[in-house]
Nanobody, 128 residues
Framework: VQLQASGGGLVQAGGSLRLSCAAP????????MGWFRQAPGKEREFVAV????????YYADSVKGRFTISRDNAKNTVYLQMISLKPEDTAVYYC??????????????????????WGQGTQVTVSS
């Protein structure tokens, strides 16, 4: 599964961006689709995940209330809408797919090591 992430950019604090992740020719049906981010010198950290089959979501505390993960079944695309961006949100953002087709709990889905496929990453820079 080749994931293609897009939508990053430079934005001022308080601004918004929407990231997209698609896999041309593939469906995400049954997968868990996650967003992670990695800032310079830091480990990759969980941001959000969506269960594709039912649309339920889970967020890291640091982004709860500001970020929204969603999906478009027709376009086989997962989105991360980010509002009220802060300088500490600056990072490379990655989408990832967990493809076991097995129901996983959110603790499991918050671990980057559990994901099978990764996109190339898209840079988000928030200036103060």
């Amino acid at each position: 599964v080749q994931l293609q992430a897009s939508g990053g950019g430079l934005v001022q604090a308080g601004g918004s961006l929407r990231l997209s992740c698609a896999a041309p020719g593939r469906t995400f049906s049954g997968y868990h689709m996650g967003w992670f981010r990695q800032a310079p010198g830091k480990e990759r950290e969980f941001v959000a995940v969506i269960r594709w089959s039912v649309g339920t979501t889970y967020y890291a505390d640091s982004v709860k209330g500001r970020f929204t993960i969603s999906r478009d079944n027709a376009k086989n695309t997962v989105y991360l809408q980010m509002i009220s961006l802060k300088p500490e949100d600056t990072a490379v953002y990655y989408c990832a797919a967990e493809t076991s087709l097995v129901w996983r709990d959110y603790e499991f889905l918050s671990r980057a090591s559990e994901y099978d496929y990764w996109g190339q990453g898209t840079q988000v820079t928030v200036s103060s």
